[in-house]
């Protein structure tokens, strides 16, 4: 199954009603749930899990650190979720991790309430993630593939 932007709203909309109030806990509930969307990711990757793990720790440090800090640290966070879902497509692919940021540090303005910041979210995460791209290598490179 691909990913699918709807399913990782859904998965943060649960995830802003029943978090809790700590930074790690507000960082296990959003990096679950993206770690969830990307577990269906095709090319498939064997790194989702770790990718998660590191994600969650990442997230605890950006949410526990100053506003403009803490934004910078998420895309960062972010950007090695990518490169760390990527590597898990190898040996068989050739990943290219999405580029660039996945923006949730413009869009933060605009948030008016959870099923926003949801939507907001998932909307961000599905278009940087489906920006990945992949060549098979065995047994011959056909076109590249974007991540879906």
């Known amino acids: 199954m691909p990913l699918v932007e709807a399913t990782l709203k859904a998965a943060l909309l ?3 009603q ?6 790690a806990e ?12 990307a577990t269906s990711v095709a090319p498939p990757s064997i790194a989702v899990t770790a ?7 990442s997230l605890t440090a950006a949410f526990s650190a100053a506003p403009n800090a803490g934004l910078a640290l998420a895309e960062s966070a972010f950007a090695a979720f990518g490169v760390t879902v990527g590597g898990g497509m190898a040996p068989a692919f050739t990943p290219t991790p999405p580029a660039g940021p996945v923006g949730s540090a ?3 303005a605009a948030i008016d309430n ?6 907001m979210l998932a909307g961000l ?5 489906t920006s990945g791209t992949a060549i ?9 593939v974007n991540w879906s």
């Open 136 to 144: 098979q290598n065995i047994p011959a490179p056909p076109p590249v």
């Open 26 to 37: 507000c960082a296990d509930a959003i990096a679950s749930a993206v770690g969830d969307y």
């Open 114 to 119: 959870l099923d926003d910041a949801a939507e």
């Open 51 to 57: 990718a998660t793990t590191a994600l969650k720790a």
């Open 14 to 16: 649960s995830a802003y």
């Open 125 to 129: 995460v599905h278009d940087w993630m």
């Open 106 to 108: 413009s869009q933060t």
């Open 18 to 23: 029943n978090v809790g109030t700590t930074a």
